[in-house]
């Protein structure tokens, strides 16, 4: 589960993209209708190389959510389809949420999952 600790409110149900594959795939081919959960990318440390992201077969927008390494929102954004995202500020966990979620998340929120 995603908990906003600033709000103090659940979000959503969480998956997390573990394997290289995993991590390589994405939302890739996914259809939006399904896409009902928050999908985590642990980058193994911050950098803002290291956790950006591509829309390339991704066919809906998606809200992005970047975080350092305490779990701190340093940026978020709607990601378009065919397009390349990084931070503005370095990070280490990527999070992928269906975009009906970018009021509930703001820069500065700390985050639990």
Known sequence: ??????????IIQTRHARTAFQKAKGLMFACKKDFDYCLIFDMGYESKYRSSIHMMFVFFPIFLVFLDSN????DSKIAKPWRFYSPKAPA??????????????????????
């Open 92 to 113: 280490r966990y990527v999070l992928e949420l269906p975009e009906k979620y970018e009021n509930r998340i703001k820069e500065g929120d700390k985050l639990i999952f």
């Open 71 to 74: 779990k701190k929102v340093v």
């Open 1 to 10: 589960m995603l908990f906003n600790e600033t709000k103090n409110k659940s």
